[in-house]
């Protein structure tokens, strides 16, 4: 099992700036590829960012390409994500996810782990 909690999240200006973290617990944090995903009131749960166990390969959304950067401190246990230039169409729920294996993954089918999620909410 791998326990997921987020932080980070809150309200801020178009244009500001964020940084998202996902602690993890319960298994070796660098066997898991990581992800974090997106949720806005009545869509779907959609793909923002991947990368693999080391950190030395990741993959973006086209929407987020450019000002979002994702990245792992292994020796922390801890997943980030730096939101730079944010929209008002980036408000929604962000949720960090992990699964086992050495390759990047973009489907919210893809993940076994979950967290619970944190609010960002740009305002125009």
């Known amino acids: 099992q791998v326990q997921l909690v987020e932080s980070g999240g809150g309200l801020v200006q178009a244009g500001g700036s964020l940084r998202l973290s996902c602690a993890a617990s319960?298994?070796?944090?660098?066997?898991?590829?990581m992800g974090w995903f997106r949720q806005a009131p009545g869509k779907e749960r959609e793909f923002v960012a991947a990368i693999i166990w080391s950190g030395g390969s990741t993959y973006y959304a086209d929407s987020v390409k450019g000002r979002f950067t994702i990245s792992r401190d292994n020796a922390k246990n801890t997943l980030y994500l730096q939101m730079n230039s944010l929209k008002p169409e980036d408000t929604a729920l962000y949720y960090c996810a992990a699964r086992s294996g050495l390759r990047l993954w973009v489907s919210v089918d893809e993940y076994d782990y979950w967290g619970q999620g944190t609010q960002v909410t740009v305002s125009s």
């Open positions: 319960g298994r070796t944090f660098s066997s898991l590829g």
